[in-house]
């Protein structure tokens, strides 16, 4: 088994900044790509951000430019840095972890809140 623990929500202002990390513990060989998403009140769950074990990264539309996902592999911490941010980024953001590179996650965190104030 895998478990993510994720850290760094908070409150922040319209154009300000967070990092969120989260570091994962158990059988590290099953993780393959990780992935960071978001789930806002009344909303599906998006993927925001998605990270390859080779570092390759992919984003959202609506975040492309302002995050940036990356992964250390000797601490086993992913991380999701947010610039820019926006009232509309305002959501539970969850990491998770994908055994099989396949955009399926079998490993979830559970969850840290971040809330941007205009």
């Known amino acids: 088994q895998v478990q993510l623990v994720e850290s760094g929500g908070g409150l922040v202002q319209a154009g300000g900044s967070l990092t969120l990390s989260c570091v994962a513990s158990?059988?590290?060989?099953?993780?393959?790509?990780m992935g960071w998403h978001r789930q806002a009140p009344g909303k599906q769950r998006e993927l925001v951000a998605r990270?390859?074990?080779?570092?390759?990264?992919n984003y959202a539309d609506s975040v492309k430019g302002r995050f940036t996902i990356a992964r250390d592999n000797v601490k086993n911490t992913v991380y999701l840095q947010m610039n820019s941010l926006k009232p509309e980024d305002t959501a539970v953001y969850y990491c998770?972890?994908?055994?099989?590179?396949?955009?399926?996650?079998?490993?979830w965190g559970q969850g840290t809140q971040v809330t941007v104030s205009s």
């Open positions: 998770a972890a994908e055994k099989y590179s396949d955009y399926h996650y079998d490993y």
């Open positions: 158990g059988i590290m060989f099953s993780i393959n790509a």
């Open positions: 990270i390859a074990p080779g570092s390759s990264a």
